[in-house]
């Protein structure tokens, strides 16, 4: 006897996005539909497309702007997928979407929930200095992030790490999380576990804005917010000496700047930022006015506005 294959409509984007549908393709699931995004032009498009690996395996890819559209349900309706996916789409799903999956709709998390809920939680992890972060395979809910947890990976986040580095092992850890549920999501044998959210936290969208350095604070806040927003995001940035600055590249140091004024300075051929508790981060690569400056391009220009 001939089984029916498990079908699925899957909304996913970015290397997760990728990864995940991968993973579904090789545990045999039949991915019906997959709704993605049109990559913004204002956007640096550092990771993998949806569209191309959809378009590579023969499978319909469609862009809708907003995922209550009454046409999309109404498609989705028509398929009846046993499964619904949320990989990594940035738009939340309606519960009457959701309701159209006929064994559960289920979202990757880029966190171990009940914490970081919400958006871009690997930048807000590394922000606050996490030392540990993870994948998270739940299902979804009225609310984000907040339905059951069907399986988690941790990934540890290093002293050095910067959100790109640990989106990386993000991507690797949700496909472990998924390809070790699936079986078990496939055959109805999954244990769901409670989603505590009063254990958690939530947090919201980042602006660029966000990215500006405070010199005031400690060496560790500065530091892991330059972790946190290091290229390919638009970088932590400052002003002084009326130029805008974007730290590239930099390292704690070890430093003793507590006879210097906060801000930047070049010391011996070095570029530091001293920070309010008189440490300091030596500045590895810094963007000037969108170039690229060297330590003794810095000491003229400082000396310039001296």
């Known amino acids: 006897m001939t089984q029916t294959p498990t079908t699925a409509v899957v909304f996913a984007y970015h290397n997760v996005g990728v990864r995940s549908i991968k993973t579904l393709l090789a545990r045999g699931v039949q991915i019906k539909l997959v709704i993605t995004h049109e990559d913004n032009p204002a956007e640096t498009i550092w990771f993998d497309s949806v569209a191309a690996l959809c378009k590579e395996h023969g499978i319909e890819a469609i862009t809708p702007a907003d995922p209550k559209n009454p046409e999309l349900n109404a498609r989705i ?23 159209l999956a006929k064994r559960g709709a289920y979202n990757l998390h880029g966190s171990l929930l009940p914490k970081y809920r919400g958006r871009v939680p690997v930048n807000w992890a590394v922000l606050h200095g996490e030392t540990e972060t993870g994948a998270t395979l739940h299902k979804m809910a009225a609310k984000p992030d907040a339905g ?15 959100a790109y580095e640990i989106f990386g092992k993000l991507t690797v850890a949700a496909e472990q999380t998924l390809w070790h549920a699936l079986p078990r999501l496939i ?15 939530y947090f919201g969208g980042r602006k660029p804005e966000d990215g500006r350095i405070d010199w005031n604070q400690t060496a560790n806040q500065v530091y892991n917010l330059h972790r946190a927003v290091a290229p390919p995001y638009p970088g932590a940035f400052f002003e002084q000496f009326g130029h805008h600055f974007i730290i590239e590249k930099a390292r704690l140091s070890d430093l003793s700047a507590a006879n210097l004024p906060t801000g930047l300075h070049v010391v011996d051929n070095v570029v530091f930022g001293v920070c ?7 500045i590895i690569e810094l963007r000037c006015d969108g170039n690229i400056v060297t330590a003794e391009e810095l000491q003229q220009l400082t000396t310039t506005a001296d």
Do not use: C, K, W
């Open 276 to 282: 309010g508790d008189g440490r300091a981060l030596r």
């Open 148 to 162: 059951a947890i069907i399986a988690q990976t941790a990934v540890p986040i290093l002293p050095d790490d910067t």
């Open 77 to 99: 309706a028509e398929i009846a997928p046993d499964f619904i996916f949320s990989f990594y789409y940035r738009h939340m799903l309606p519960v009457d979407l959701l309701a």
């Open 187 to 201: 055959d109805g044998s999954f244990v769901a576990l409670p989603n505590n959210l009063a254990a958690g936290s």
